[in-house]
Nanobody, 121 residues
């Protein structure tokens, strides 16, 4: 499993970014996917998950309504649209894959290289 996140950068508070994660996973559409982040000095935290088809999603409370997870199974890619960003959203963002196929809710078992998001005040 190889997961490569991209799309991070520097943005002002209130701005938006769209992260992408290219997944090298056989049978990608069989796996639930998710996003996590890790801020400096803090533990990695779950942000959002999406089911195999994309019909089901759930979010961490602090990002619900601001972040949207989506996927394109034809492109083996999962996205995280982030709106109304806040300085406390500054972190390295990682995508993750469920450890098993056809699983819901997911139990994430693989994380890729992250992408840094910095939100200035």
């Amino acid at each position: 499993v190889q997961l490569q996140a991209s799309g991070g950068g520097l943005v002002r508070a209130g701005g938006s970014l769209r992260l992408s994660c290219a997944a090298s996973i056989r049978f990608f559409s069989s796996y639930a996917m998710g996003w996590f982040r890790q801020a400096p000095g803090k533990e990695r935290e779950f942000l959002a998950a999406i089911s195999r088809s994309g019909d089901d999603t759930f979010y961490r409370d602090s990002v619900n309504g601001r972040f949207t997870i989506s996927r394109d199974n034809a492109k083996n890619t999962v996205y995280l649209q982030m709106n109304r960003l806040k300085p406390e959203d500054t972190a390295v963002y990682y995508c993750a894959a469920d450890q098993s196929r056809y699983n819901w809710p997911p139990q994430f078992g693989s994380w890729g290289q992250g992408t840094l998001v910095t939100v200035s005040s």
